[in-house]
């Protein structure tokens, strides 16, 4: 069984401009969330999604980033206009079901450079 | 609210040594606990859960962690560590009716030969 494949691995960027982050979670898999772990500390939920529909987004800097879940699949993480201390890894992560004791499979994660 | 400190940002021990990684909680409603594993550049793969039931939970790589409710610790073991044990551990509480992992900020496991 495939894991989450997230793409790209790396990225650097200077601050102000944009960057986008895929996610592809296993296949089955209804629930979808974004974390940022920032170097030094454990990961933070960002935004977690039901299918196609946003269930938790009460973290997710709104005026500068945005998610979407097209069709209940992929995901798509942007960042615009970025700034330095969005330097992070992004991962993203999905779940079989609703069931709160349910395993979270990570992908490898995104590691952003801001300049 | 949901949160958890993970006491000591760094351990170190020999091979073939106890590992004891300490975690603490704090949670309204009864918490389920996790612990997750880091390799460099890799995601995190989860070690073993704490849910309901037996409060000593056997996780992979031997090792477990028990759940103690009047201490409010989730302390992650091993009794004897390998070189391959090397990697960033993170303990994580979710309860009542949320769904999102609230994690510690990581211990570093390093393991001199």
């Known amino acids: 069984e495939a894991g989450v494949a997230q793409s790209p691995r790396y990225k650097i960027i200077e601050k102000r401009q944009s960057v986008a982050f895929w996610c592809n979670p296993i296949s089955g898999h209804a629930t979808l969330y974004w974390y940022q772990q920032i170097l030094g500390q454990g990961p933070k939920l960002l935004i977690q999604f039901q299918n196609n529909g946003v269930v938790d987004d009460s973290q997710l800097p709104k005026d500068r980033f945005s998610a979407e879940r097209l069709k209940g699949v992929d995901s798509t993480l942007k960042i615009q206009p970025a700034k330095l201390e969005d330097s992070a890894v992004y991962l993203c992560?999905?779940?079989?079901?609703?069931?709160?004791?349910?395993?979270?499979?990570f992908g490898p994660g995104t590691r952003l450079t801001v300049l | 609210a949901q949160s958890v400190t993970q006491l000591g940002s760094h351990v170190s021990v020999s091979e073939g040594a106890l590992v004891l990684l300490r975690c603490n909680y704090s949670s309204s409603v009864p918490p389920y606990l996790f612990w997750y594993v880091q390799y460099p550049n890799q995601g995190l793969q989860l070690l073993l859960k704490y849910t309901t039931g037996a409060t000593l939970v056997k996780g992979i790589n031997g090792f477990e962690a028990e759940f103690k409710k009047s201490e409010t610790s989730f302390h992650l073991t091993k009794p004897s560590a390998h070189m391959s044990d090397a990697a960033e551990y993170f303990c994580?509480?979710?309860?009542?009716?949320?769904?999102?992992?609230?994690f510690g900020q990581g211990t570093r496991l390093t393991i001199n030969p």
């Open positions: 992560a999905s779940r079989q079901s609703r069931d709160r004791a349910g395993e979270q499979f």
């Open positions: 994580a509480v979710t309860g009542g009716g949320a769904q999102k992992l609230v």
